[in-house]
């Protein structure tokens, strides 16, 4: 391959008295970085167990995947993150999204894309050590991180829709597209971006872009696709939101993503076996997930390599996959389709 050579990320949950041997792991695996899920009704806090990590660990990345405005203050949000900054040593980056799973839990709703927007402006502002005007008007400043001239941390903003994908290319240092693996759609995606930071008078060269891709290594394809089913129901669960969250999709991928959104069974969620999971079929699945064994994985790189991202996070399978499995097919990616990958 003699593509783009994009950091390989691996996206996992929290795992209170085994993350520190678990991101060692990832990072001897050769991974470029970590990312845990911010879900306070499903998982452990990612801000303990990103600091254990930044001390197990060298040189793999550390970030929230994703965290939301909703459940934390701005200046929570930016301290909890700059304190993962100060323990790694510079190596945190803040994913943020508008909120899905830790925000339905806790029975509220994800913010219009405006407020999105502004509450991004406030963690940047308190990241870069400035005074923050907040919602109720108080000026504020997180003074711990502008006495510490840290490193400003990252802030990377996982986007489906096109206005969403809007915030993150004007407001944010990075985007990462939670729109499937599919070339097509992740063309458009990467344009998007770029088109709505030239017209906001920035330069579309400076903002990251990358990926969120569901992958599932497995010598058995048809095993693979019942593996992946469960995650690639959430990120498809995204496209379905909304009329707008779906743009860019194929008709036939559109009418699935809008099925899955209107069924979506959070008690269910990131399952293979919910009842949502009913209309993602095989076809769905190879044209949205990467899903196969090493060889076919590999093609399908191929493509996305072409497109020049700067990041890939990897999803793995769903959180009905037996434990087997799970560790089988993060195995099988980390010795025959990473290091293919690395050499890019």
Known sequence: MSKSKPEIWMITFPMPGAFSQTARMIEESGFDGVGVV???????????????????????????????????????TASAIATVQAESGG?????????????????????????????????QGFLRGEEVTLDNGYRSRNEWIA???LPKVPVDVAATGPRVIEVGATIADAVTFAVGADPERLTWAIGHARKAREQAGLDPSTVKLGAYLNVVVHPEIARARTLARGTVGVIAHFSGMSRDSSAGMRPDDRAVAQKVGEAYDMSRHTRGDAGHARFIDDAFVDR?????????????????LKLGLDHLIVVGPGADAAAADQMQTVGLFAKEVLPVLKRA
């Open 38 to 76: 911010d879900t306070q009704n499903l998982a452990a806090d990612p801000y303990s167990e990103l600091c254990l990590a930044a001390h197990a660990t060298k040189h793999l990345k550390l970030r929230t995947s994703v965290t939301n405005p909703v459940t934390r203050h701005p200046a929570v």
């Open 91 to 123: 190596r945190a980056v803040l994913g943020i999204g508008r909120g899905d799973s830790a925000v339905a839990k806790i029975g509220e709703r994800a913010p219009s894309s405006k407020d999105f927007a502004r509450y991004i402006s406030q963690v």
């Open 147 to 149: 006495r510490n001239n």
């Open 288 to 304: 949205f997930a990467i899903a196969g064994p090493p060889a076919h994985c590999i093609e399908r790189f191929e493509a996305i």
